[in-house]
């Protein structure tokens, strides 16, 4: 089974704290993305990665960078956090190269910016 | 670009009720269609798929038609469990876009007893 694990399930931080969400995943996957979740939004895409050190933006890339210096570990990165980052974040894998557009979900980190 | 629309929630239904979530999509080419479920206090899971039209997607008594005709993929269920509440989200993919995915904004389940 393919495993992705996010590394807090709950933060509280305050406007203008950097915040570092971490994905693991454990398997040798190449593409992985980063998503947040708000209510009557549903998931929008942040930004992806399909190798060490690659990365592209997503729809909403703004406030937000990535880091992506092993394989198995993306990092999504707030460089100062602000109320309106409050959300939840989904990290996701898939495996390639097939790109059959399934898709693996971490459980989430619950981010809230006080 | 590519976009996905859902019904709105929630939907409330009693158990062994009938299920059906809208489910329309704009996009370029072919897409791929999915439906994928949140149940609460997890990530999001692949439910089912269609990659052509015609196909029909099924798992767990969840069943959804790729209809080209009328750009839509609804889901259905002949008989809700307690156990199907979650959230429901629709989403596609275009050939080479690496599983970049674009979802609907979700549809909440609930069934009651």
């Known amino acids: 089974d393919v495993k992705v694990t996010q590394s807090s399930r709950y933060l509280v931080k305050r406007t203008g704290e950097k915040v570092f969400l971490e994905c693991v995943q454990d398997?040798?996957?190449?593409?992985m993305f980063w998503y947040r979740q708000d209510p009557g939004l549903g998931l929008r895409l942040i930004y992806f990665?399909?190798?060490?050190?690659?990365?592209e933006k997503g729809d909403i890339p703004e406030g937000y960078s990535v880091s992506r210096e092993k394989k198995e570990r993306f990092s999504l990165i707030l460089e100062s956090a602000s109320t309106n980052q409050t959300s939840m974040y989904l990290c996701a894998i898939s495996p390639g190269p097939s790109n059959t557009g399934e898709l693996f979900f971490g459980e989430g980190s619950r981010l809230t910016v006080l | 670009g590519n976009s996905v629309t859902q019904m709105e929630g929630p939907v409330t239904l009693s158990e062994e009720a009938f299920l059906t979530i809208n489910c329309t999509y704009t996009?370029?080419?072919?897409?791929?269609l999915f439906w994928y479920v949140q149940y609460p206090g997890e990530g999001l899971q692949l439910l089912l798929k269609?990659?052509?039209?015609?196909d029909k997607g099924s798992n767990k008594g969840f069943e959804a038609t790729y209809r080209k005709e009328t750009t839509s993929f609804h889901l259905e269920k002949g008989s809700v469990q307690v156990s199907d509440s979650a959230v429901y989200f629709c989403?596609?993919?275009?050939?080479?876009?690496?599983?970049?995915?674009?979802f609907g904004t979700g549809t909440r389940l609930q069934v009651t007893l």
């Open positions: 989403a596609l993919s275009t050939t080479g876009t690496a599983s970049k995915l674009t």
């Open positions: 398997m040798d996957h190449e593409n």
């Open positions: 996009a370029t080419g072919y897409p791929s």
């Open positions: 269609a990659t052509k039209a015609d």
């Open positions: 990665s399909y190798d060490v050190k690659m990365k």
